[in-house]
Structure formats: structure tokens, C-alpha cells
């Protein structure tokens, strides 16, 4: 099966960080870039990151900017995502997906991502 394996999530104090993990399973990730998506209860998927093939180029939305980082490393056919500062506002499930280019951000170009998985929950809270 073609999809994306994400973890790392878990619990979180507001400030604290985490680092998800995502593993493409059933492919080769270099063919790709990889979009990180977050859904918080009642509201739509969003994407807020992209990463390119090699790695040398990322988009963030500003909500994230300065406080997430996406890197990746094709050898191990994973892309990470370092969470830092969070915020409650920061709990979702946290879903990774592939593309042939990196789309617009935000929640109207999700559909034109494939290989999802199951997703992590991240909550912030005290």
C-alpha cells in the first residue's frame, strides 16, 4: 500500500516542541514533494508546508513561520517536521502527502495530494 507512516506526536505544554516524523511506505520519496497538512477538530485539513525534492526549498504559512521547520532525508525515505514554541492553538492531527509540485497552501489544494496516512495527534495544553 502507497501511503505515508507519520509519528511522533503526543502531548505538549504550551512553548514545549516535538518532532514528527514521516516515512513513505511503498515508494521512493525523492520522486516527490511532501506537504505537511494539520486538521483541528471542526475545521478543514490545511496545509502549511511544503518541502522540495532535494530538500533546498520550503514554503511555511505565516502561521508557523519562525516556530516549524521541515526537513527531509530521501536515504531514509522520511520527512521530519520540528515543532517548536507551540501554541494550543498548534492541536491537531498532523498528516503528511505527496505531490509532483508544491500547491498553494492553505486548505483548497489538499485534494491534489496523494499517500496519506493516518495521521498524528499533537495536543498542547496544560
Known amino acids: 500500500q502507497l501511503q505515508f507512516v507519520e509519528s511522533g506526536g503526543g502531548l505538549v505544554q504550551p512553548g514545549g516542541s516535538l518532532r514528527l516524523s514521516c516515512a513513505a511506505s511503498?515508494?521512493?520519496?525523492?520522486?516527490?514533494?511532501v506537504g505537511w497538512f494539520r486538521q483541528a477538530p471542526g475545521k478543514e485539513r490545511e496545509g502549511f508546508s511544503c518541502?522540495?525534492?532535494?530538500?533546498?526549498?520550503?514554503n511555511l504559512l505565516d502561521s508557523v513561520k519562525g516556530r516549524f521547520t521541515i526537513s527531509r532525508d530521501n536515504a531514509k525515505n522520511t520527512v521530519y517536521l520540528q515543532m517548536s514554541n507551540l501554541k494550543p492553538e498548534d492541536t491537531a492531527v498532523y498528516y503528511c502527502?505527496?505531490?509532483?509540485?508544491?500547491?498553494?497552501?492553505?486548505?483548497?489544494?489538499?485534494?491534489?495530494?496523494?499517500?496519506w496516512g493516518q495521521g498524528t495527534q499533537v495536543t498542547v495544553s496544560s
Open positions: 511503498g515508494f521512493t520519496l525523492d520522486q516527490f514533494v
Open positions: 502527502a505527496a505531490a509532483q509540485v508544491c500547491h498553494t497552501l492553505g486548505t483548497s489544494t489538499t485534494p491534489l495530494y496523494k499517500y
Open positions: 518541502i522540495s525534492r532535494s530538500g533546498g526549498s520550503t
